[in-house]
């Protein structure tokens, strides 16, 4: 009987851990795009390109690594895929539209999630 309790515990313990297992992928550094200033309109023009600078924690060498970029109020901003090795690279995210931004400061988060090969 102590026997069959303490393999429900070591069973229970393993589901947990594997349950609450950490993503593999960190992101480092998400970089603006870089805008051309129009003159005419006093704006900006930016492309539809941001850069996100992810790094890999996990053994496996090779994953395919998807980001999204989110805003404040959780919406869809941009999203991207690309194969990395590890120890990391740059993914380059597409933006959903092209703006114009006056004077707008965007603060945006990224989530990235991975597939190993």
């Not at 740059?90 to 991975?114: D, E, M, P, Q, V």
Request: one cysteine or more; charged letters at 25%; a positive charge.
């Amino acid at each position: 009987m102590k026997i069959i309790f303490i393999f429900l515990i070591l069973k229970y313990i393993i589901i947990a851990n594997s349950a609450y297992a950490k993503n593999p992928i960190e992101v480092k550094t998400v970089y603006p795009p870089k805008c051309t200033l129009l003159k005419e309109k006093n704006g900006l023009l930016c492309p539809r390109i941001i850069e996100v600078e992810v790094k890999i924690t996990s053994d496996i060498k090779k994953h395919l690594v998807r980001c999204t970029l989110f805003s404040e109020e959780e919406e869809i901003l941009a999203f991207g895929e690309s194969f990395l090795e590890k120890p990391g690279g740059k993914i380059y995210l597409t933006l959903r539209t092209r703006t114009r931004i006056h004077g707008l400061t965007l603060i945006a988060g990224a989530k990235c999630s991975s597939d190993s090969f």
